[in-house]
C-alpha cells in the first residue's frame, strides 16, 4: 500500500514532466478559399509552356493571417482564373516559421512559399529553399527593377533564393485633427518640426508621441541608429556595431523622446490602442497597421505618411516578403515552371497587394499610374528608397535579440546606462554570431 | 520457499493486456521522446541539418553552466523566472481551492451550482485565458486599470513593468486552474467518514479545531498530491507569458522577467536550430524538478 502510494504519484509526475504544457497559440487559418477552377473544357489561354503537363496544381504558403490576407487570397483567385492550367492554393498560417520547419522535415513543404528577407539566409542553410538563378533569367526578372537592399536580401553564398514582392516600411501615423488643433497643416518631415509638434501636443491628458518598450521598439532604434550613420553588424555579419556612438545618440533621442512626449512603460500594442482613442498625436509602427489607425478604424482623422528625418541621413526600417521556391526530394519541373508564371504574376500585379497596405518592391510596379493613385501608400513610397537591410547570413535574427532586450530594458527604465546596454547587448550578440557561424558553417550543402 | 516462488514467478498474460493500450501510447508518445532527446542532447543536432549532426559529448550541458555565456544567462534567468512563478502561485494553487473545497463541501443549496462555476474556467483553454486576462490587465483600456483610474486608484503597466507581469501571470493562472485542484479536494473531502465530525462535535470541538485535527490529517495524502502535480504544472507555465506579456519587461542583462524556462527552450530548439542544445536544457530542467518532487516526498512522508 504505501508503495503503491508512492509509486502512483510519481508515474503521474514523471508523465507531467515529460509531456510539459502544450503550445497555445499555434493557429492555423486556411484563409480564403481559393477560386473555383474555370470550366473544364474553356481553352488554354497561351500557356504553351505547361501543356504537356495537364493542369499543375500549386500550393502556396504565406503568414498573411491579418487583414492583409484576403488581399491575397484576391490575387490568388484572379490569377487562378487566368490560368486554367494552373490551380494556386493558398494557405495563410500563423506560427509560421515552426510551421514550415516541421513540413520540412516531413518533407511536405508548399511548392511556393512567402518568407521575410532577414528570414532567407537561414532557411536556405537549413535546406529549406532551392536557388532559383535560372527560373529568375527565364523569368526575366532583374536586379534593376527593384532598390539594391531588398534584391541582396534574397542573395545568399551567390546565388539567388528569393523574388521580392513587397517592402513594408515603419510609417509614421498622426492625429490630423489634434495637428490642425495645435495649428500644424502638415506632419513633421524633419527633427526640429517633429520635437516642435510632438511638444505641442503633449498637453493635459494627451501626448504629443508615444513609443512602447516592446515590438517596434527594436526596429525604431534601428532606423534611428542608420540615420544617425551607424549599422547594427558590420557588413559581413560577424560583428554587432550598434553601440557605436550613432546608437548611443539613437537610443538617447528615443529616450528623451519617450519622457518628454510619451507614456511611459508602454507595453507591446499600447501605442496603437492609445493612439486609436484620439488622445495621441504621432506613433510610429509598421506600415501594415494603416487599415488599423487611419480611415475608418479610427473616429478622427488618422493620417499615414513617411517617417521623418530625425538624424543626419535618411534611413527606414523596413521588411520584405520575398517568394520563395521551398525544397522538395523529388523536384517537379512541371510545377516549377507554373511557379515562375505564378510569381512572375504576382510581382506584376502587386497593385492589388498594395491595397493591403504595402509598398510593391517592384520599381516598375511602384512607378505605375495605378499604384500612384493608392493613397497613402503612394505617398510613403518614397521612403522605401532609404530602406537597409540586415547581412543575408544564416541566424542573423537571434542576433538580434539582445539588441531587443537592451532597447526594451532602456524604454522600460531597467537599464539606465545606454552606452553600457548598447555594450553588453553587442557582447551577446557577437558570442550568438560565433555559435551560428559554429552551426551553419560558412556556406550552404550544394543544392 | 523455492516451490512458492516459482510459482509467483508464473507470469499471467492477462493484466499486461490491460495495460498494453496506455503502455502503446506512453511508449510512443513519451517513452521514445524522452529517450531520444537524452539522446540528442549529446549532439550539436538540427534535424533539418542532418549533414551537420556532430557528437559533442557534454558540451552542451556544460554551456548551460558556463557563467556569463549568453546561454546561461538566458538559461538561468528563465529558470529563476520560473521559479519565482512557482513559489508565487503553487500556495494560492493550493489553499484557493482547500477553502473552497470546504466551503462547498457543506450541505447547503446550490452548492453544485458554485461547483461547475469555479470548475469552469479550468475547460478552457491556455490561450483563451490569457487573451481575456490579457483585456483585462492591458494599459489602454483595459478593465482593471479603467476601474481602479475610476476609483483613483493607482495605475500600474501590469503588464510591461516588475512585479506586476509577474502578478498578472499569477492571477491568470489561479483563476484558471483552481477548479481542478477543487474538485480532487472535494472528493477527498467526501471521503472523509461523518462521523469522525459528530463524534468531534460531541466532544465539543468548535469548527476551527475541527478541520486543523481532522481534515487536514485525513486529506494529508491528497494534499501531498496536489502541492506535487501543482508545482510540477507551475514549472511547465508556457502559454500565459507567451501570451499576455510576450516575456516582458525585457532585463538589462539579457532575457525577459517573464520568460519562463519552457519558453526560453522553445525558442533554443525551434525559433532557433539548436536542439541538442534544446534538449540539454530539457533534461535538466527534468532532473530538477525530480529532485524537487523526491525531496518533497520525503519531507511528507517523515511526518507521516
Redesign the interface.
Known amino acids: 500500500m504505501k508503495t503503491i502510494r508512492f509509486v502512483l504519484p510519481l508515474l503521474l509526475i514523471l508523465s507531467l514532466v515529460l509531456s510539459a504544457c502544450g503550445t497555445p497559440a499555434a493557429t492555423q487559418s486556411p484563409a480564403q478559399p481559393p477560386a473555383e477552377q474555370p470550366a473544364a473544357g474553356q481553352p488554354a489561354s497561351g500557356q504553351e509552356q505547361t501543356q504537356s503537363c495537364g493542369v499543375v496544381e500549386l500550393q502556396y504558403w504565406n503568414p498573411f493571417t491579418g487583414p492583409d490576407g484576403p488581399y491575397m487570397g484576391e490575387m490568388v483567385e484572379a490569377f487562378n482564373a487566368s490560368h486554367p492550367d494552373i490551380k494556386v492554393t493558398m494557405t495563410s498560417q500563423g506560427e509560421y516559421y515552426t510551421q514550415l520547419a516541421t513540413a520540412a522535415a516531413a518533407d511536405t513543404l508548399p511548392d511556393v512559399a512567402i518568407l521575410h528577407a532577414d528570414q532567407i539566409a537561414t532557411h536556405v542553410f537549413r535546406n529549406m529553399l532551392r536557388p532559383m538563378d535560372d527560373l529568375v533569367a527565364e523569368m526575366g526578372i532583374s536586379s534593376s527593377d527593384y532598390p539594391a537592399g531588398v534584391w541582396a536580401a534574397g542573395e545568399v553564398a551567390g546565388r539567388r533564393y528569393s523574388i521580392p514582392l513587397d517592402i513594408h516600411p515603419m510609417t509614421m501615423f498622426y492625429n490630423a485633427d489634434l495637428l490642425k488643433q495645435a495649428g500644424f497643416e502638415n506632419p513633421p518631415k524633419t527633427r526640429e518640426e517633429f520635437e516642435k509638434i510632438a511638444a505641442a501636443l503633449t498637453v493635459g491628458e494627451n501626448k504629443g508621441f508615444n513609443i512602447t518598450g516592446g515590438f517596434p521598439v527594436m526596429q525604431i532604434f534601428q532606423m534611428l541608429l542608420h540615420q544617425f550613420g551607424g549599422t547594427e553588424f558590420s557588413a559581413d555579419g560577424t560583428q554587432a556595431t550598434w553601440n557605436s556612438e550613432a546608437g548611443v545618440k539613437a537610443l538617447q533621442w528615443m529616450k528623451d523622446a519617450q519622457t518628454k512626449y510619451s507614456e511611459p512603460n508602454l507595453e507591446v500594442d499600447a501605442e496603437l490602442n492609445a493612439f486609436k482613442t484620439g488622445t495621441v498625436g504621432m506613433i510610429w509602427n509598421g506600415i501594415w497597421q494603416t487599415t488599423n489607425v487611419t480611415g475608418a478604424g479610427v473616429e478622427f482623422n488618422g493620417v499615414a505618411t513617411a517617417v521623418p528625418q530625425i538624424g543626419p541621413q535618411m534611413a527606414v526600417w523596413a521588411g520584405s516578403h520575398q517568394f520563395t521556391l521551398p525544397v522538395h526530394r523529388t523536384v517537379d519541373p512541371c510545377k516549377d515552371r507554373a511557379a515562375a508564371i505564378f510569381i512572375k504574376y504576382m510581382v506584376e500585379n502587386s497593385v492589388t497587394w498594395a491595397k493591403a497596405g504595402q509598398i510593391p518592391a517592384s520599381n516598375s510596379v511602384r512607378a505605375s499610374a495605378e499604384f500612384k493613385a493608392i493613397q497613402p501608400q503612394a505617398s510613403i513610397a518614397p521612403s522605401v528608397e532609404y530602406a537597409f537591410f540586415p547581412p543575408a547570413v544564416p541566424g542573423i535574427t537571434d542576433a538580434f535579440g539582445p539588441l531587443g532586450e537592451a532597447v526594451g530594458a532602456v524604454m522600460n527604465g531597467t537599464a539606465t546606462d545606454i552606452k553600457a546596454a548598447l555594450d553588453d547587448a553587442a557582447k551577446r550578440a557577437n558570442e550568438i554570431l560565433v555559435q551560428n557561424k559554429a552551426t551553419y558553417g560558412d556556406a550552404p550543402k550544394a543544392p | 520457499m523455492s516451490v512458492a516462488f516459482a510459482r509467483k514467478r508464473r507470469i499471467s498474460i492477462t493484466p499486461y493486456l490491460f495495460i498494453l493500450p496506455h503502455l502503446i501510447f ?1 511508449a510512443v ?2 517513452g521514445y ?2 529517450f531520444s532527446g537524452l539522446y540528442i542532447s549529446f549532439f ?1 543536432y ?4 542532418p ?2 549532426t556532430v557528437f559533442v559529448g557534454l558540451q552542451n550541458y556544460l554551456d548551460l553552466f558556463h557563467a556569463g ?2 546561454k546561461f ?1 538566458e538559461f538561468w534567468n528563465s529558470v529563476r523566472v520560473t521559479v519565482t512563478f512557482v513559489i508565487w502561485s503553487v500556495p494560492f494553487l493550493v489553499l484557493i481551492p482547500l477553502g473552497l473545497a470546504v466551503l462547498l463541501n457543506s450541505k447547503l443549496k446550490g452548492m453544485k451550482f458554485f461547483r461547475a462555476v469555479f470548475f469552469s474556467p479550468w475547460v478552457l ?3 483563451v485565458i ?1 487573451l481575456i486576462w490579457w483585456w483585462i490587465f ?4 483595459g478593465l482593471l486599470n479603467y476601474y481602479l483610474k475610476l476609483w483613483g486608484f493607482d495605475t500600474p ?1 501590469w ?4 512585479p506586476y507581469a509577474m502578478i498578472s501571470i499569477v492571477v491568470a493562472t489561479v483563476w484558471w486552474t483552481m477548479g481542478y485542484n477543487m474538485v480532487i479536494f472535494l472528493a477527498a473531502l467526501q471521503d472523509i467518514p461523518t462521523d469522525l465530525y459528530e463524534a468531534a462535535e460531541v466532544d465539543g470541538a468548535n469548527a476551527w479545531q475541527r478541520f486543523t485535527r481532522i481534515t487536514l490529517p485525513l486529506l494529508q ?1 491528497v494534499l ?2 496536489i502541492i ?2 501543482t508545482i ?2 507551475s514549472f ?4 500565459q507569458p ?2 499576455m ?2 516575456g ?10 517573464t520568460e519562463p524556462v ?1 519558453l526560453r527552450i ?1 525558442t533554443e530548439g ?5 536542439q541538442g542544445s534544446a534538449a540539454a536544457m530539457s533534461v535538466v530542467v ?1 532532473l530538477m ?2 529532485a524537487f ?1 523526491f525531496v518533497n ?1 520525503r519531507l511528507f512522508r517523515q511526518r507521516d
Open positions: 506512453f508518445f513519451v521522446p524522452f550539436q538540427d534535424y533539418l541539418r549533414e551537420a555565456s549568453v544567462i483553454s491556455c490561450a490569457s492591458q494599459s489602454q483600456g503597466r503588464l510591461s513593468t516588475m495524502p501531498v498530491f506535487i502535480t510540477i504544472a511547465n507555465l508556457l502559454g507567451m501570451m506579456t510576450r516582458a519587461p525585457a532585463q538589462p542583462t539579457g532575457g525577459g522577467a519552457m522553445f525551434f525559433v532557433r536550430p539548436f527534468a524538478m525530480m518532487s516526498f
